[in-house]
């Protein structure tokens, strides 16, 4: 039955993906994104790993995937021409170098299949606000600094001048 | 079930992305193939936590998912401005760092 389920899951994955980098329209391509987080957040809870499948499925699905959606929305944008012969095949030739160097150090490194290791590890929250607090407050910050970044980033040239006129009290 | 399909799966995945990341034109579409990839290494993370059976691996699965959220937002942000200044996402266009 996990099987299946995999199997089933493997090709909606490798599918999404494969239309998200060919499609031409900006607008499937995010939403075959959305698909393929999705796909890769049920992997997930296959690998019993339910919270990091949670995580998956609300940061990636519902925020970056819909966060494209709305930008290609926002700029309107068209059709992505068609891609010259050269980057193309310079793009497929890259490609198949790093799949067989993948599929080679899986193959020779790897070996034979292994068995998982029985769970003996901790709790998650245990971890996250225990041996991991620090980690998680730096990116906690990390996230701010992105939050202010972005939102810097994205003011217009008016509201910049307005800011710094305030600032100098005229 | 092994571990090897789930890693078959993430280097193809992994592969896509850079594969994307090299023939879009558009910023936007370039900023998902790098999402493909953040798949990829969520998938591979999540792959060897079960195998070692230690819950750490988790733990750092989560934190590389949201530091590349953040990233990937900052893309999308960055793409917006381009477009605002440049009139256009293709980043065939974009040569002002070039020389």
Not at chain 1, 28 to 49: K, Q
Request: net charge neutral; charged share 15%; with cysteine.
């Amino acid at each position: 039955m996990e099987i299946a389920i995999f199997v089933l899951l493997a090709c909606v994955c490798a599918l999404t993906g494969i239309l998200t980098v060919v499609c031409r329209k900006p607008m499937h391509s995010s939403l075959y994104l959305a698909a393929n987080s999705l796909s890769v957040g049920l992997l997930c809870i296959l690998l019993s790993a339910p919270f990091l499948a949670l995580a998956q499925i609300f940061v990636c699905v519902a925020g970056i995937a819909l966060l494209s959606a709305v930008v290609v929305v926002v700029l309107n944008l068209e059709d992505e021409p068609r891609k010259g012969t050269f980057r193309t095949l310079s793009g497929g030739a890259t490609g198949c170098i790093v799949l067989g160097a993948l599929g080679y150090f899986l193959w020779h490194w790897w070996g034979a299949s292994r068995e998982p290791a029985p769970d003996v590890g901790t709790p998650f929250g245990e971890l996250v606000f225990g041996e991991f607090l620090l980690p998680v407050e730096l990116t906690a910050f990390l996230l701010l600094v992105a939050l202010l970044g972005s939102v810097l980033l994205t003011r217009r040239e008016g509201e910049k001048r307005t800011a710094s006129a305030g600032r100098s009290g005229l | 079930m092994p571990l090897w399909p789930y890693l078959a799966l993430s280097g193809l995945l992994f592969t896509l992305g850079l594969v994307g990341l090299l023939i879009r034109r558009n910023a936007v579409g370039a900023v998902m193939a790098f999402g493909l990839m953040i798949n990829a290494s969520l998938l591979n993370l999540a792959a060897f936590t079960r195998q070692h059976g230690d819950g750490r691996g988790e733990a750092v699965a989560f934190l590389v998912l949201l530091v590349a959220a953040a990233e990937m937002v900052v893309g999308l942000i960055l793409a917006i401005a381009l477009f605002r200044n440049q009139k256009t996402a293709d980043l065939d266009e974009l040569d002002r760092l070039k020389w």
